[in-house]
Every structure is written in C-alpha cells, then in structure tokens.
Nanobody, 120 residues
Framework: QVQLVESGGGLVQPGGSLRLSCAAS????????MGWYRQAPGKQRELVAA???????NYADSVKGRFTIYRDNAKNTVYRQMNSLKPEDTAVYYC??????????????WGKGTLVTVSS
C-alpha cells in the first residue's frame, strides 16, 4: 500500500506565496510521475503541474510562471512553490503519483488533499 501525505496548505493573501509538499511512503518499488491537481468548488479536478522521475515538467497555462514543481527522489517527495497567488487559485490541492509497489504493478495513488485559500 502507498500513502501520499500533503502539507503546507492554508490561508494566504493575494500576491502571497505558499509551498506545498507531498511525501510518499509504503512498500514503494519505484515512483514515476508525480503531480498536483486541484479542485475548486463547483469545478472539475484539473492538473496543475506534473514532474517525471527524470525531472521533465508540465504546467497548466493558468499557473505557468507562478508555480514551480520539483521533487526529491531520495525522499519520495514532490514540492510545489506557488508565488503571486490569486483568488482563483483557491481550491483543494491533491497530490498524485504513479507508483509501482513490491506487491502491485504501476498504479495511480492520491493524497487526501490540502486546502489553499487565497483571500484578503
């Protein structure tokens, strides 16, 4: 089994910054892509940013230039630095990872989510 635990959410003013982290643990054999999704009230979950095990990144157009995703493979952890936050960034942010475990082939795993609220 794999657990993804997010941390770093909270309330921030417009223009502010936050850093989210997501640590994977369990009987992990290998982690492939890791990413962050978000779901705002009344909207579908959308990809925010993703990073492969080799370090290639992909960002939603709405966050390019403001968000940076990076990972520490030795710690099985992915981070996301969010700068110049806007009220429309308010959402629950979910961590996602493609993981092969000792017992199971590659599969998608999700964290429980962390709330980010951008408001004055």
């Amino acid at each position: 089994q794999v657990q993804l635990v997010e941390s770093g959410g909270g309330l921030v003013q417009p223009g502010g910054s936050l850093r989210l982290s997501c640590a994977a643990s369990g009987s992990i054999f290998s982690i492939y892509a890791m990413g962050w999704y978000r779901q705002a009230p009344g909207k579908q979950r959308e990809l925010v940013a993703a990073i492969t095990s080799g370090g290639s990144t992909n960002y939603a157009d709405s966050v390019k230039g403001r968000f940076t995703i990076y990972r520490d493979n030795a710690k099985n952890t992915v981070y996301r630095q969010m700068n110049s936050l806007k009220p429309e960034d308010t959402a629950v942010y979910y961590c996602n990872a493609e993981v092969t475990t000792v017992q199971a082939p590659r599969g998608d795993y999700w964290g429980k989510g962390t709330l980010v609220t951008v408001s004055s």
